[in-house]
């Protein structure tokens, strides 16, 4: 099956619907066959039977449903003779390892992965490496000595202070806030709050913000509404939740919309238009943000494409052209950005649709 090249704009939910279904049915019917990872041709020159796999954090989940949906397509249109989709139901530390040595062995040339832990798949990497594959990393790094390149949603100190500055705004500058999070091991997760944490504390504008709590919710919907419950209980005088993951913020914000907090308690962080769509119209919460998930998934395919054709090789300083997101250079620590966050807010939420 082969998917049509399209612009992305954004309106982009009936595609972006579509791509998903395709992206899992498509994993699921993939078999062996692939070309050995190691078979490329002269360095520079196109490999016109190349094959790409994503392995993402977990399958099923709204986010990484458009991330894929991004990268299948661009995918196609970058080259790649055969995409898939491969992964975890859930999102513990070494859940993906199985699926890097089955990739491994059908000799795929290109592994693009969004790390649950950034040393545990480290070995299976490099067996991976080894044989031949080339190694992309995106949406959550690996050790960078486990990849060629990482595809970054955003600067992640951006990501961090834009989520720190909406909850200041949203509780007048003071008071407790608390985050709620994806895994405790999750590498872009954890380092913007890193990031938070440091502006709250050397910024002299959020002097009365304290954080009280950091809970993790294991990009489970269930166990993301019970950790907001449980912030409430265990922090009475609670004035915001920060929760940087799509899972996280949309169970609080369904826990808070039917709750006595609800107007009371601010929530902000990262989450989809889709999903945050009505919270935001009955007011349970105001603002929050997120880039555009597609282009990640796009610009890691061509990532990929550009690594596996030899016309790359991850040295800072290299440029790859992303299809109609334009040229993209990999800058220090192999990391190449996709764009800048969104704030979504009553005022513009209806003008996204993903």
Not at 51 to 69: A, E, H, M, R, S
Not at 138 to 146: I, L, R
């Amino acid at each position: 099956m082969s998917i049509p090249r399209t612009t992305h704009t954004k309106r982009v939910g009936a595609l972006t619907a579509t791509l998903a279904a395709a992206a899992l049915a498509l994993s699921a019917c993939a078999g062996g066959g692939a070309a050995p990872a190691g078979s490329e041709g002269a360095s520079g020159s196109a490999k016109a039977d190349a094959t790409i796999t994503f392995i993402p954090k977990q399958l099923n989940n709204p986010y990484t449903d458009v991330v894929l949906g991004g990268g299948k397509t661009a995918a196609t249109a970058a080259g790649f003779a055969t995409a898939n989709v491969v992964g975890p139901l859930e999102a513990s530390a070494s859940s993906q390892v199985t699926f890097i040595n089955a990739e491994t062995q059908a000799g795929t040339n290109a592994i693009v992965i969004a790390a649950n832990d950034p040393d545990a798949v480290c070995s299976a990497l490099d067996e991976a490496r080894t044989a031949g594959a080339k190694i992309v990393a995106f949406d959550s790094d690996t050790n960078p000595e486990c990849r060629d390149v990482f595809i970054s949603q955003v600067v992640a100190k951006d990501v961090a202070l834009i989520q720190t500055k909406l909850i200041s705004e949203q509780i007048g500058g003071a008071g407790e806030i608390a985050i709620l999070s994806a895994t405790a091991n999750a590498t872009n997760q954890n380092e913007w709050i890193k990031f938070m944490e440091e502006e709250l504390k050397s910024n002299p504008d959020y002097k009365d913000i304290k954080l009280v709590a950091k809970v993790y919710g294991d990009d489970d919907d269930a166990k993301s509404f019970q950790e907001a419950q449980g912030l409430m209980q265990a922090h009475p005088n609670l004035k915001g939740i920060i929760s940087p993951t799509t899972v996280g913020i949309a169970a609080t914000a369904r826990y808070l919309s039917t709750s006595q907090y609800k107007g009371k308690v601010a929530l902000t962080g990262l989450g989809l238009p889709n999903e945050m769509r009505s919270f935001v119209k009955d007011g349970t919460v105001s603002e929050f943000a997120l880039w555009d998930p597609a282009q990640l998934g796009e610009v890691a395919a061509y990532a990929a494409k550009a690594l596996v054709d030899g016309t790359i090789t991850g040295a800072v300083g290299d440029k790859f052209t992303a299809g109609d997101l334009g040229e993209r250079t990999i800058e220090d620590g192999g990391i190449v950005i996709v764009g800048p966050p969104t704030v979504f807010n009553k005022d513009n939420i209806d003008d996204y649709d993903f």
